[in-house]
């Protein structure tokens, strides 16, 4: 599973012209599930995103995490980051997980990040739409998690 944060000052989704989800401070977090994955994973990247120390303390230091700013996320997935570019010009998506086994683990991280301690509120895009996604970035801050590297 794989997963890129940013920090943001706001985020939000549209979907058809309608938004349908936004956050303020927090974290936009694009999720990728590939073949393989479960709950394990989910849970894993789920504590690793809501505790990383990647927010300002009061020293201007990132010594502060999710839960400890009471921040927001925004939880968005994308089959892309699965994407493997070594071959030609065209990525293949074939590690990402096929629908019925991405969405369950899709709604699993959500519900996990909505029930961890100091985030303040856990938003999501629409599984599989087209969506427009804005953001303030903070700092800019980006990162990457891959279950395979933690």
């Given at each position: 599973m794989?997963a890129?944060?940013?920090?943001v000052?706001?985020a939000?989704?549209?979907v058809?012209?309608?938004?349908?989800?936004c956050?303020?401070?927090?974290?936009?977090i694009?999720?990728?599930?590939?073949?393989g994955?479960g709950?394990?994973?989910c849970d894993?990247?789920?504590?690793k995103?809501?505790?990383?120390r990647?927010f300002?303390?009061e020293?201007?230091k990132?010594?502060r995490?999710l839960?400890?700013?009471?921040?927001e996320?925004?939880?968005?997935?994308?089959?892309?980051?699965?994407?493997?570019?070594?071959?030609?010009?065209?990525?293949?998506?074939?590690?990402?997980a096929r629908?019925?086994?991405?969405?369950?683990?899709?709604?699993?991280?959500?519900c996990?990040?909505?029930?961890?301690?100091?985030?303040?509120a856990a938003?999501?895009?629409?599984?599989?739409?087209?969506m427009?996604?804005?953001?303030c970035?903070?700092?800019?801050?980006?990162?990457?998690?891959?279950?395979?590297?933690?």
């Amino acid at each position: 599973m794989k997963a890129l944060l940013q920090r943001v000052l706001s985020a939000r989704v549209e979907v058809e012209g309608e938004t349908i989800a936004c956050i303020g401070k927090g974290l936009l977090i694009f999720l990728g599930v590939t073949e393989g994955d479960g709950e394990r994973e989910c849970d894993i990247l789920c504590d690793k995103a809501a505790a990383l120390r990647i927010f300002e303390d009061e020293n201007g230091k990132m010594n502060r995490s999710l839960c400890d700013e009471n921040g927001e996320a925004l939880i968005v997935s994308q089959f892309t980051l699965a994407a493997d570019c070594k071959k030609g010009r065209r990525p293949s998506f074939v590690a990402a997980a096929r629908p019925e086994q991405a969405i369950p683990l899709y709604e699993h991280f959500i519900c996990r990040m909505q029930e961890t301690e100091g985030v303040k509120a856990a938003a999501s895009g629409r599984f599989g739409a087209d969506m427009k996604v804005t953001l303030c970035n903070d700092g800019p801050v980006t990162i990457w998690l891959d279950t395979d590297l933690l």
